[in-house]
Nanobody
Framework: QVYLEESGGGSVRAGGSLRLSCRVG????????MGWYRQTPGKERELVAD???????SYNDRVKGRFTISRDNPLDTMDLQMNHLNPEDTGVYYC???????????WGQGTQVTVSS
């Protein structure tokens, strides 16, 4: 059974940086995608960025140029470096995992990111 362990997050002033990390346990032996989603009250959960085992990356247009996603396949870890944060980036960030060509999603417990102006 796949499980996700998140770390990072916190509070920062606008213009600052934070780093989120996620480790997947449970022997994720097949091609997969890992990424971060975020959610704010009253809004749907949205993709921030994701990366496949093959290195294909997708970013939400609102974070392009500011956030960088990376992963270490042998260690089953994935990081999100968030720079030039602004208050609109505030939300609960969730680590996400899915084996490619499947529909089952795995989620972390969520970590709060708060950016003050």
């Amino acid at each position: 059974q796949v499980y996700l362990e998140e770390s990072g997050g916190g509070s920062v002033r606008a213009g600052g940086s934070l780093r989120l990390s996620c480790r997947v346990g449970g022997r994720p032996w097949s091609a997969n995608t890992m990424g971060w989603y975020r959610q704010t009250p009253g809004k749907e959960r949205e993709l921030v960025a994701d990366v496949t085992t093959g290195g294909e990356i997708s970013y939400n247009d609102r974070v392009k140029g500011r956030f960088t996603i990376s992963r270490d396949n042998p260690l089953d870890t994935m990081d999100l470096q968030m720079n030039h944060l602004n208050p609109e980036d505030t939300g609960v960030y969730y680590c996400h995992f899915r084996f490619l060509y499947t529909t089952r999603d795995f989620w972390g417990q969520g970590t709060q990111v708060t950016v003050s102006s």
